[in-house]
């Protein structure tokens, strides 16, 4: 097998029916085949939503400018201050509806008005910011976007306020009233990527299957500079790692973390281990999708709204995260909510490490990455849609300075202005998008 390029200037390993991205490497830059060639890496976008709010004053830090001093909750992202953003103020007016969490989830990357619906007729009130992105750079990817989670989607109505459960399990959408479903499989989403089809499994081994492209890999690697041999060689050894892992799901169908992902509904809570288990495989997905250029957006449910997970930090500790998140201030519940929500915060900035760990260009992965971590509440006690708890984390390809607290102290900005501003920073021609009225940068 050889290696070829076509005019969607994608480089790609091929062997028996297998079609593997490359990553971003300057030796096979397409400078040597057309003067319109891209010279750095492109840019990439990932939105990641936790559940069930937070406890704002842990969260909020404590000094407004550009010595940014994070707060106890956001202390995982330390090491990675100076790419950090903290937005605070932020508001979802269209939220402000007595729908409980499903609509303030739903909305995250709208900003718009959700329709009060059984199912029949589901409204986001607008494409989501995600899906923007994904029609600007269309066909300049093998993926239009990926849309990952952890939990299954629900399905059936709240008793609570008769409304459809999917608004709880959806924050993409790419018209208002068409969502994008999470995939919560790994398995399908390491096939999605790399092109395993049902066929090619039936026809042959993963493994001899990868074995093939090691093949193409070798003929090529001739005509690779010494740092982009070592480059390849790194990426073939993730990809073989992934597959690993995920074959080993596949050939475990009673793992724990298999019967969660594919399961209608988890039959009792799973411990923490297995959650953070099938989150890591979903996020370490996400950086080799990125690190191939198969795609360059994604939106991460890291669990659905009134997610029931819990989280055993502490001896004693077995209340539900959306138990613990309405805590009617009680010490006890605040503080295991606290711990929750630093949780989630510690898994972007895993995330974010990740991604510096990879070597891209001059410089690393996250360089040319912009990633945002949020829920669509602040506090989950009242369902508060406004003073979201918004984090921005920005590599230096992305020209947005870090080490920054945005302060909105009336609360009325709304958080589209942070999607336009994106949009512009991405170089997208937009204008306007949901309910802005302004930009943040």
């Not at 842990?58 to 106890?72: F, H």
């Not at 909750?73 to 932020?90: A, I, K, M, Y």
């Not at 990809?239 to 594919?262: G, W, Y």
């Amino acid at each position: 097998m050889t290696f070829r390029t076509n005019n969607s200037r994608r480089h790609f390993l091929r062997g028996a029916g297998l079609a593997l991205p490359l990553p971003w490497l300057p030796s096979l830059s397409w400078q040597a085949f057309a003067k319109d060639s891209v010279q750095t890496p492109p840019l990439r976008t990932a939105f990641l939503h936790f559940p069930n709010g937070a406890w704002m004053p842990d969260w909020t830090p404590a000094e407004n400018g550009d010595q940014l001093i994070l707060s106890p909750t956001l202390q995982p992202l330390e090491p990675l201050r100076s790419l950090v953003t903290v937005f605070s103020g932020l508001d979802k007016p269209h939220s402000r509806t007595p729908d409980g969490h499903a609509h303030k989830t739903a909305n995250f990357l709208t900003g718009m008005p959700v329709n009060s619906t059984t199912g029949r007729d589901f409204s986001a009130g607008g494409i989501s910011v995600d899906q923007q992105i994904a029609q600007h750079f269309n066909g300049l990817t093998p993926l239009h976007s990926l849309v990952l989670g952890v939990e299954p989607i629900a399905g059936g109505i709240d008793p609570a306020n008769g409304v459809t459960l999917l608004y709880g399990s959806c924050i993409s959408w790419q018209t208002a009233g068409r969502p994008v479903l999470p995939q919560v499989s790994p398995e399908s989403v390491f096939d999605r990527l790399f092109g395993r089809s049902p066929e090619d499994m039936g026809r042959t081994s993963s493994r001899r299957l990868l074995n093939f492209v090691l093949e193409d890999a070798r003929s090529i690697s001739r005509q690779l500079g010494k740092d982009d041999q070592i480059k390849l060689q790194e990426y073939l050894e993730a990809v073989d790692t992934m597959e690993s892992r995920v074959r080993f799901l596949n050939q475990h169908p009673q793992h724990p973390l298999l019967k969660f992902a594919q399961s209608a509904r988890p039959q009792r809570p799973q411990t923490p281990e297995t959650f953070h288990q099938h989150l890591s495989v979903m996020l370490d997905l996400l950086v080799l999708a990125f690190r191939c250029d198969a795609v360059r957006t994604a939106s991460v449910m890291l669990a659905n709204d009134t997610s029931q997970q819990i989280f055993p930090l502490e001896n004693g500790w077995t209340e539900p995260h959306h138990s613990v998140s309405h805590h009617q201030t009680d010490p006890q519940k605040i503080r295991q909510y606290q711990h929750i929500n630093r949780w989630y915060v510690q898994q972007f900035a895993n995330l974010a490490q990740r991604l510096a760990q990879i070597r891209e260009g001059d410089g690393t992965l996250l360089d040319s990455c912009l990633l945002l971590l949020g829920s669509g509440m602040s506090d989950g006690n009242g369902h508060v849609p406004d003073d979201l708890p918004i984090v921005l984390l920005t590599g230096r390809a992305t020209g947005i300075n870090g080490s920054v607290h945005k302060l909105y102290s009336d609360r009325t900005v709304p958080l589209c202005n942070l999607y336009l501003s994106i949009l512009q920073k991405l170089g997208l021609p937009a204008t306007t998008f949901g309910d802005s009225d302004g930009t943040l940068f």
